[in-house]
């Protein structure tokens, strides 16, 4: 991971815990605690890889989207933009699609409402159009997709499905991805600097409890999410 350059004296606060390693350790953790495949039902894995595309496949470019939105570094937007563009021509949401159906995995109204809570969060933190967290939880997230990649085509693999377009696309592109998306937040740093009290790490945990709906189930009864 690169190290971040950051110039503002809130940024040298933020940096003394080092940020490369923070995030680090946060992905460290969530691969670290994945359920062990040889315990799991088929049912089990069957939800897993149903929340993982019940999240992705409709969010994720509407994540980077409303990441765009937010910034006001150029250079910023460019990195950005590069994702994205790489996102819609290759249609990894369609590339998704077809990997999860090939698990026999594709999300139920339950997959659906399982990570419903945690996804909302999420969703109404970005709608705050802050440029610098919301840059900095996209860059954990495509730190933590390249390393669970694998995980999940060995999901899949104890599905019966031989798979591997998505996984295998997301365990390359994304080391680049993650690894532009930090140096974007030192550039929107350098132009829109954070507000004084603001956490840089709001979305990220954010992020991460959504994260562990995904791997470990819902963390709320469906029952709370109607009413």
Not at 61 to 88: G, P
Not at 96 to 110: H, K, N, Q, V
Not at 158 to 168: H, P
């Amino acid at each position: 991971m690169n190290k971040l350059t950051l110039t503002s004296p809130l940024q040298d606060d933020l940096l003394e815990g080092s940020i490369d390693e923070r995030i680090t350790a946060i992905v460290d953790d969530h691969i670290g605690r994945l359920p062990n495949l040889e315990r799991l039902t088929s049912e089990e894995v069957r939800g897993i890889i149903a929340r993982y595309s019940a999240v992705l496949e409709g969010n994720f470019i509407y994540w980077m989207t409303a990441t765009y939105l937010a910034v006001k570094s150029e250079e910023a937007r460019e990195i950005i933009i590069e994702n994205l563009t790489e996102e819609v021509r290759d249609s990894h949401p369609a590339m998704l699609r077809i990997f999860a159906t090939a698990a026999d995995a594709y999300p139920t109204e339950a997959d659906s409402l399982a990570i419903g809570p945690d996804l909302t969060n999420v969703r109404l933190f970005l709608g705050k159009l802050q440029g610098v967290q919301s840059l900095m939880t996209m860059a954990f997230f495509e730190s933590y997709i390249q390393r669970f990649m694998s995980y999940l085509a060995d999901l899949a693999a104890a599905r019966g499905s031989a798979e591997r377009v998505y996984t295998d696309v997301h365990g390359v592109c994304d080391v680049e991805h993650s690894q532009e998306l930090f140096r974007a937040v030192s550039l929107e740093m350098s132009v829109n600097p954070m507000k004084p009290g603001s956490n840089l790490y709001e979305g990220v945990e954010l992020l991460s409890a959504l994260l562990d709906s995904i791997n470990h189930g819902a963390a709320r009864a469906v029952a709370n999410w109607r009413a």
